[in-house]
T-cell receptor, first 114, second 110 residues
Framework: NAGVMQNPRHLVRRRGQEARLRCSPMKGHSHVYWYRQLPEEGLKFMVYLQKENIIDESGMPKERFSAEFPKEGPSILRIQQVVRGDSAAYFC????????????FGPGTRLLVL | GNSVTQMEGPVTLSEEAFLTINCTYTATGYPSLFWYVQYPGEGLQLLLKATKADDKGSNKGFEATYRKETTSFHLEKGSVQVSDSAVYFCALRRDDKIIFGKGTRLHILP
């Protein structure tokens, strides 16, 4: 049973470009969560999605960041007009059909903005 | 609000030493508690969890007990190995989100 998949694992962007991070949840999981880890910090919650719905985006920056989880295909975290402060590791997690179920994390995408 | 505080690292121990990483939490109600481990260059792996007071989570020789009276969830291992070198995160779940501590880096010397 494949775990949570994320790609790319490493992404380099110049300031002003767009970054697209993809996450495929574990098989059978319908809940996806995105977290950001700044250097030497713990993970911070960004957004929680179910298929075609954003359930909780209380941790998302108000501008430039968006997330989706379409009916078909992976979840996408999109960062427009990246700035150096966006450099971080972005982790996706997935869980089954209940909020009580364990969240399983992917390997992360490490974004570097030059 | 909900928060997790864990001891700052790095923690450096010799192989076969006893390990304790302290973790305390602030939360309304009784959240589920977790320890995650992050090996270099990798994502987080769930190490153990406890869902109610007095529960003990255990895995790979690690243990932690959910202490409601002291709002703590300290991680312990009786005899660490070099392969245990990693960053350890204490966390709690509140509704749909997991709230993490800042992490404790552990170095085990051979």
């Amino acid at each position: 049973n494949a775990g949570v998949m994320q790609n790319p694992r490493h992404l380099v962007r110049r300031r002003g470009q767009e970054a697209r991070l993809r996450c495929s949840p574990m098989k059978g999981h319908s809940h996806v969560y995105w977290y950001r880890q700044l250097p030497e910090e713990g993970l911070k919650f960004m957004v929680y999605l179910q298929k075609e719905n954003i359930i909780d985006e209380s941790g998302m920056p108000k501008e430039r960041f968006s997330a989706e989880f379409p009916k078909e295909g992976p979840s996408i975290l999109r960062i427009q007009q990246v700035v150096r402060g966006d450099s971080a590791a972005y982790f996706c997690a997935s869980s089954g059909n209940s909020l009580q179920e364990t969240q399983y994390f992917g390997p992360g995408t490490r974004l570097l903005v030059l | 609000g909900n928060s997790v505080t864990q001891m700052e690292g790095p923690v450096t121990l010799s192989e076969e030493a006893f390990l304790t990483i302290n973790c305390t939490y602030t939360a309304t109600g009784y959240p589920s508690l977790f320890w995650y481990v992050q090996y270099p260059g990798e994502g987080l792996q769930l190490l153990l969890k406890a869902t109610k007071a007095d529960d003990k989570g255990s895995n790979k020789g690690f243990e932690a007990t959910y202490r409601k009276e002291t709002t703590s969830f300290h991680l312990e291992k009786g005899s660490v190995q070099v392969s245990d070198s990693a960053v350890y995160f204490c966390a709690l779940r509140r509704d749909d989100k997991i709230i993490f501590g800042k992490g404790t880096r552990l170095h085990i010397l051979p």
